[in-house]
């Protein structure tokens, strides 16, 4: 029914589970991709070129900002991070929904870009909470993780530039909420492909066009 996919904007403080969302919300929803962003920093266990992230060196990533292959790019705790244009707009054009997991620094850089994306906002159930999550991942020093928390604060503050808030408490159930989200979008109005109202004989041509003017 719609001319083009919907861009969902997935954001939210590190450690808050997003990644994990956003793979579930694949899972479930056949029309729906996930937008894998390039890296400058080193794969995790368990991470997949290609899968969770694309990952290049400095000097190719560099390469690709000058080339412009870009929607938005930021440096995030001394890495960089960047979302392919091509990938995603072409996904979009086929009326597929893209999830796109950024941090905030790149939300923002979309919102300017995107007029017609959905923004979401995933949260902790409490910073203590999301304390206990950093510290169970085993990836950063304690002096890291409080400086994590702190940049996690002031994002949650700025939760009104989003359209959506997803308190990330239990997983099946803010999975839900996300799907629930992205259904509802999809039968927007404003979404709806004129084109196909005629096509499957709901409206008569002359009344489109009536419409229209």
Same mark, same amino acid.
């Given at each position: 029914?719609?001319a083009?996919?919907v861009?969902?904007?997935?954001s939210g403080?590190?450690?808050?589970?997003k990644?994990?969302?956003c793979k579930?919300?694949?899972a479930?929803?056949?029309?729906t991709m996930f937008?894998?962003s390039y890296?400058?920093?080193?794969?995790?266990?368990?991470?997949?070129?290609?899968?969770e992230?694309?990952?290049?060196?400095?000097?190719r990533f560099?390469?690709?900002?000058r080339?412009?292959? =870009? +929607?938005?790019?930021? $440096?995030v705790?001394?890495?960089?991070?960047?979302?392919p244009?091509?990938? *995603?707009? /072409?996904?979009?054009h086929?009326?597929?929904?893209?999830l796109l997991e950024?941090?905030a620094?790149?939300a923002?850089?979309i919102m300017?870009r995107?007029?017609?994306a959905?923004?979401?906002?995933?949260?902790p159930p409490?910073?203590e909470a999301?304390?206990n999550?950093l510290?169970?991942?085993?990836?950063d020093?304690?002096e890291e993780?409080?400086?994590?928390?702190h940049?996690a604060?002031?994002e949650?503050?700025?939760?009104?530039?989003?359209?959506? =808030? +997803?308190?990330n408490? $239990?997983?099946?159930?803010?999975?839900?909420e996300?799907e629930?989200i992205? *259904?509802a /979008?999809?039968v927007?109005t404003?979404r709806l492909?004129?084109?196909?109202?005629?096509?499957n004989?709901?409206v008569?041509?002359v009344m489109m066009?009536k419409?229209v003017?």
């Amino acid at each position: 029914m719609s001319a083009d996919g919907v861009l969902i904007v997935v954001s939210g403080p590190s450690g808050v589970g997003k990644t994990t969302l956003c793979k579930n919300i694949v899972a479930r929803l056949p029309d729906t991709m996930f937008s894998v962003s390039y890296t400058t920093r080193k794969p995790r266990p368990g991470e997949r070129e290609g899968v969770e992230y694309c990952f290049v060196d400095e000097a190719r990533f560099q390469y690709l900002i000058r080339e412009e292959a =870009f +929607v938005e790019w930021a $440096e995030v705790y001394g890495h960089k991070y960047g979302t392919p244009k091509q990938a *995603l707009v /072409e996904a979009l054009h086929k009326g597929i929904n893209v999830l796109l997991e950024i941090d905030a620094q790149g939300a923002r850089q979309i919102m300017e870009r995107f007029a017609g994306a959905v923004y979401v906002f995933v949260a902790p159930p409490s910073l203590e909470a999301l304390r206990n999550r950093l510290c169970r991942r085993a990836l950063d020093s304690g002096e890291e993780i409080e400086r994590r928390l702190h940049e996690a604060n002031d994002e949650i503050a700025n939760f009104k530039s989003y359209h959506y =808030f +997803v308190r990330n408490d $239990e997983l099946l159930q803010a999975t839900k909420e996300l799907e629930s989200i992205i *259904l509802a /979008e999809q039968v927007k109005t404003n979404r709806l492909d004129p084109e196909w109202l005629v096509e499957n004989g709901l409206v008569e041509p002359v009344m489109m066009k009536k419409n229209v003017t």
